[in-house]
C-alpha cells in the first residue's frame, strides 16, 4: 500500500543543480553541506516522492556514519543512486545514469580524482533528468504548455 504523499502532485523547482560543485562542496566540508541543502532544499521531499518510498533521513545515516568511518551513509547514498536509476529506466530516460557502482566505485576508489564530485555530478543529472520528465508528464496530464 502507497503512502497518502505518493499520490499528490509534486512540481519541482530545481531541475538544473549542479552536481559537480555540490559533491566537490560535500567533500570539504566532510558531509556537513548535505546536513543542511537536504532538508533546506526540498531535496529529501523529493527524493521519496520520486522512489516512492520514506527514505531514512541523510542526519541519521550521517550520524551512524561516524563510528562507521562514513562507510553507512556511502552505501545509504548508493542504495538511492540505484533506486534512481532503476526509476530513470522505468521512465524511458536515456542514460547515462547514477548507479550503486558508480557512486560507490567513484567515492572509493576515485576519492584523489575528485571521484566524489563526479558520483554527485552522475547522481544530480540522473535526478534532475527525472524531475524534468515528472514536471512535462505533470504539464500534459493538467494540459498546460
Known amino acids: 500500500m502507497k503512502p497518502e504523499w505518493a499520490d499528490l502532485p509534486m512540481r519541482?523547482?530545481?531541475t538544473d543543480r549542479p552536481g559537480f560543485w555540490f559533491g566537490l562542496i560535500d567533500f570539504c566540508t566532510a558531509?556537513?553541506?548535505?546536513?543542511?541543502?537536504m532538508p533546506?532544499?526540498?531535496l529529501q521531499d523529493e527524493l521519496d516522492y520520486i522512489i516512492g518510498r520514506k527514505t531514512m533521513r541523510y542526519w541519521k545515516?550521517?550520524?551512524?556514519?561516524?563510528?562507521?568511518l562514513f562507510?553507512?551513509?556511502?552505501?545509504?547514498?548508493?542504495?538511492?543512486?540505484?533506486?534512481?536509476?532503476?526509476?530513470?529506466?522505468?521512465?524511458?530516460?536515456?542514460g547515462?545514469?547514477?548507479?550503486?557502482?558508480?557512486?560507490?566505485?567513484?567515492?572509493?576508489?576515485?576519492?584523489?580524482?575528485?571521484?566524489?564530485?563526479?558520483?554527485t555530478k552522475r547522481f544530480f543529472d540522473t535526478l534532475n533528468k527525472i524531475e524534468r520528465k515528472m514536471n512535462a508528464m505533470d504539464r500534459s496530464a493538467t494540459g498546460e504548455v
Open 12 to 14: 519541482f523547482k530545481h
Open 31 to 37: 558531509g556537513i553541506f548535505f546536513l543542511f541543502y
Open 40 to 42: 533546506l532544499d526540498g
Open 61 to 68: 545515516a550521517y550520524l551512524l556514519g561516524i563510528p562507521t
Open 71 to 94: 562507510i553507512y551513509p556511502l552505501l545509504w547514498m548508493a542504495r538511492i543512486s540505484e533506486e534512481l536509476k532503476n526509476k530513470a529506466i522505468s521512465m524511458g530516460i536515456e
Open 96 to 119: 547515462p545514469h547514477t548507479s550503486w557502482w558508480h557512486m560507490f566505485g567513484w567515492n572509493t576508489f576515485g576519492v584523489l580524482l575528485f571521484g566524489p564530485a563526479i558520483a
